[in-house]
Every structure is written in structure tokens, then in C-alpha cells.
């Protein structure tokens, strides 16, 4: 990393090290970590409240599983429609048209929200949980994978901002072309990975601080999820103004396809915010079945 007339040349390698043919890439590793980190963070919480291993696990592993694939999916859906219709293998697979591995790029923050929501209320009907119990409590979790995806992200010179010249703008050696096909390199650009990785990073320790010291475990339903999703799409809706075109369609649009899939999100954290205000009382919290804590 250099820095050149106070700008940032941003030449980190997304490749972290290869095992023969097999790169492991930087954000891989970091979207790990942040998924041990929030699953570390809702074991905390599991223990005060009294809820066993085992059904933390079933829940934290299959919580994961669903965020990927609406992660993979949603990006298809929201931002390019015609190639999954044209190569579904390859949007479910990590290999390119000739089987060669080439990982998960391409991944919508929108769909693995949509895809945990409907794991959570499926998990929460099964076993006739409160499901503002368990999503205010998954919520308190969640933005700290999110702060180290977007780490991920500007490790991989992806999702970069728009061109700038602020004097923390970033040079992304290795960023490719814009959408519409214009080279990265050699352009001074918001960082705009940084940017929402900051606010995702504060929210979560604002939300661990607030559950553990201030609620002490008693939080009004929806109120954990309802803070989460309205900081976490306002930021986006505004961050999206600094960000570059991430697909050609978005050329010309007022306002694009994020920003437009941010508002009813951040419609439904507020709406969450107000509720848990009205309702004021804490969520009953969950009693797991004597046979469930064997």
C-alpha cells in the first residue's frame, strides 16, 4: 500500500496463499471469520439465556448455509436475471463454464437477508419460538460478518466507489473494469467497502453493548432487528451514492437496483423500531424443551 499525493495505491493481492492449483482468497477467509465471529457472539447470547449447544448449532449452521445461497442467488435475481437463466449450474457452483474453480463472486447483501428471514421464521415454527426472540437476537449478531464481508470485498478490489478526489481515495491495482468496461486501475476512488464496513463494525459493538449491559438479556420484540436493518440499509441507500455502477443496466438510473431493494428494508426496520416502542414490553424469552438440553 503507497501512498501518492495523499491518495491510497491500494495493491493488496486477493490471492492470501495456493495449494497447487487451489487459490484461497482473502475474502474467503475473511467472510470465515466473520461468520465464526457472529456465531461465537449468538453463543454468548444462547448461554446467558439458557439455550443448549445442540440447538444453537442446528440453527447457526443452517443460518449460515441459507445466507450463502440467498447471498448467490440474490445477486442473479436482483442485478443479472439473464445468466441464471442461461447458467444456473454455474450460479449455484463455484466453477466457471469449463469447471474451473473460481469461487462465489457475486454475492447481494439483499438476498441473504430475504433468505435468513425465511429461515428464521421456518426455524422458529418448528419449534414454537417467538420470532422476534430469535431474529432480535440473530440481528445482534449478523453485522459483524457483514463488516468483515466488506473487508472481503476490498481485499478483492470489487464493489469500489466512485471516482474522487478525496484524500483517502483508493488506486484498486487490481479492480478490472467499471460496468461499463472502462479500466479500475489508475483511478483514485471512494473506498467504499471501508465505508459501510465501519458503520456494520459500530453497529454491531453499539448492539452487543446495548443487549448485554443496558437490556441485560430483556429486549422489546423487534427492537435488536428493527435498529440492525434501518442502520444497516440507510447506510447502504446513502453509500450507493459513492458507489460505481456495479452492473451496465444501472447507467443513467436515479436512484440503482441496491438503493431501490434498501428502501422497503429499511421501511421494515423502522416499522420494527415503532413496534417495539408501542409493544415496550420484553420478548418472553424462549424455554427450550427438557428434552431438547440433553
Not at 488506486?171 to 468496461?181: K, P, S, T
Not at 489508475?186 to 458503520?199: A, M
Not at 430483556?218 to 455502477?245: Q, S
Request: charge should be positive; glycine fraction near 8%; hydrophobic fraction near 50%.
Amino acid at each position: 500500500m503507497n501512498h501518492i499525493l495523499g491518495f491510497v495505491t491500494w495493491t493488496a493481492d486477493p490471492i492470501a496463499f495456493s495449494l497447487g492449483n487451489l487459490q484461497v482468497r482473502w475474502y474467503g477467509i475473511l467472510l470465515a471469520t466473520g461468520f465464526v465471529l457472529a456465531y461465537f457472539t449468538l453463543q454468548k447470547i444462547f448461554q446467558k439465556e439458557n439455550i443448549s449447544q445442540k440447538t444453537l448449532d442446528k440453527f447457526a449452521i443452517w443460518t449460515i448455509i441459507w445466507c450463502i445461497i440467498g447471498l448467490r442467488l440474490g445477486h442473479f435475481l436482483f442485478y443479472e436475471p439473464e445468466y441464471l437463466v442461461q447458467h444456473p449450474l454455474q450460479v449455484l457452483l463455484p466453477f466457471d463454464e469449463e469447471w474451473k474453480f473460481i469461487g462465489y463472486g457475486g454475492l447481494a447483501s439483499h438476498g441473504g437477508a430475504l433468505a435468513m428471514l425465511l429461515w428464521v421464521i421456518y426455524f422458529c415454527y418448528t419449534r414454537k419460538m417467538n420470532f422476534f426472540w430469535l431474529l432480535d437476537r440473530l440481528c445482534i449478531a449478523v453485522p459483524i460478518a457483514a463488516a468483515f464481508v466488506r473487508c472481503g470485498n476490498l481485499m478483492n478490489h470489487e464493489i469500489v466507489g466512485s471516482v474522487t478526489d478525496v484524500p483517502w481515495a483508493f488506486n484498486f491495482i487490481h479492480g478490472g473494469v467499471d460496468a461499463d468496461g472502462s479500466p479500475i486501475a489508475g483511478t483514485y476512488r471512494h473506498p467504499s467497502q471501508l465505508y459501510e464496513s465501519l458503520v456494520y463494525l459500530s453497529l454491531y459493538i453499539s448492539l452487543v453493548i446495548y443487549y448485554f449491559k443496558f437490556a441485560k438479556g430483556k429486549v422489546p420484540p423487534g427492537r435488536a432487528a428493527g435498529i440492525m436493518i434501518t442502520v444497516i440499509f440507510v447506510a447502504r441507500f446513502f453509500i450507493e451514492f459513492l458507489k460505481a455502477d456495479q452492473v451496465a443496466k444501472e447507467a443513467g438510473m436515479s436512484l440503482n437496483i441496491g438503493q431501490w431493494l434498501s428502501i422497503p428494508f429499511a421501511l421494515i426496520g423502522i416499522g420494527l423500531i415503532v413496534y417495539s416502542i408501542i409493544k415496550k414490553k420484553e420478548c418472553p424469552q424462549y424455554v427450550e424443551p427438557a428434552e431438547k438440553k440433553k
